[in-house]
């Protein structure tokens, strides 16, 4: 059931940060259409984070025990990079115009992650 929940998370910060964000793009008309998108956003962007983001925190230790933990907005970036490209490859009409806009919309997408996980049950075990 938290997988579930991990996806919706995931995909109501992405729509939010589409939203907010000038140059993150979702172009679709269908109300239908865009929720799974964003669903499968949401799943791409969780395995995309389950995946590569210890690998990288892994291997960037010094880099973010340098930067005081500053460098993750600039990883968390990089994965929203990756999960766009990854979206286009399989077909989804996901965006992003450049790395700033990739990086606010970072921003933005863990900010609401992390409100939504204080509002919404979690693993407590």
């Known amino acids: 059931m938290s997988i579930i929940i991990r996806i919706l998370v995931n995909a109501v910060a ?9 140059g993150l793009d979702v172009d679709t008309t269908s109300t239908g259409e865009l929720i799974v998108v964003y669903l499968a ?8 984070n389950a995946v590569i983001k210890p690998i990288v925190k892994t291997v960037g230790c010094a880099f973010y025990v340098l ?6 907005l600039v990883v968390n970036a990089l994965l ?18 450049g790395f ?16 939504l996980s204080l509002v ?4 407590d075990d």
């Open 120 to 123: 919404l049950p979690g693993d």
């Open 80 to 97: 929203l990079l990756l999960t766009a490209w990854i979206a286009g490859v399989v077909g989804l009409p996901f965006t992003i115009a």
């Open 41 to 48: 956003l949401g799943v791409i962007f969780g395995v995309v």
């Open 67 to 72: 930067t005081l933990g500053l460098i993750s």
């Open 14 to 22: 992405l729509a939010a940060a589409v939203f907010l964000i000038d």
């Open 100 to 115: 700033w806009p990739a990086l606010l919309g970072a921003i933005v997408v863990a900010v609401v992650s992390w409100v």
